[in-house]
């Protein structure tokens, strides 16, 4: 089983930044699909971005503007530039990759264990 690791989160104040990470913790024979996810206490999770093999995007538009999205082929990474950070911005992110294991493997979809993003002054 290939486990998601995130790294990034934490306290930051209104208006400022954090970076979220996440690959996976062995190799894997390709990647298709990735995106982050965030759930806020009470709240159901929710889709904060996303980014297809063929580079394309899409955000919330609650982040619109805001966060970024990116995928490093070579290192199997995918980062969440986060800027400008507002109180309703806290929640715990996850980020999500659909794996392909093997060249004849179909697509399994793994989840990050979650990292927490707290905005408050």
């Known amino acids: 089983q290939v486990q998601l690791v995130e790294s990034g989160g934490g306290l930051v104040q209104p208006g400022g930044s954090l970076k979220l990470s996440c690959t996976p913790s062995r190799s894997i024979f390709s990647i298709g699909g990735m995106g982050w996810y965030r759930q806020a206490p009470g709240e159901e999770r929710e889709l904060v971005a996303e980014?297809?093999?063929?580079?394309?995007?899409d955000y919330a538009n609650s982040v619109k503007g805001r966060f970024t999205i990116s995928r490093d082929r070579a290192w199997n990474e995918l980062d969440l530039q986060m800027n400008n950070l507002k109180p309703a911005d806290t929640a715990v992110y996850y980020c999500?990759?659909?794996?392909?294991?093997?060249?004849?493997?179909?697509?399994?979809?793994?989840w990050g264990q979650g990292t927490q993003v707290t905005v408050s002054s």
């Open positions: 999500k990759m659909d794996l392909r294991m093997g060249e004849f493997s179909g697509l399994s979809t793994s």
């Open positions: 980014i297809r093999t063929t580079g394309s995007t």
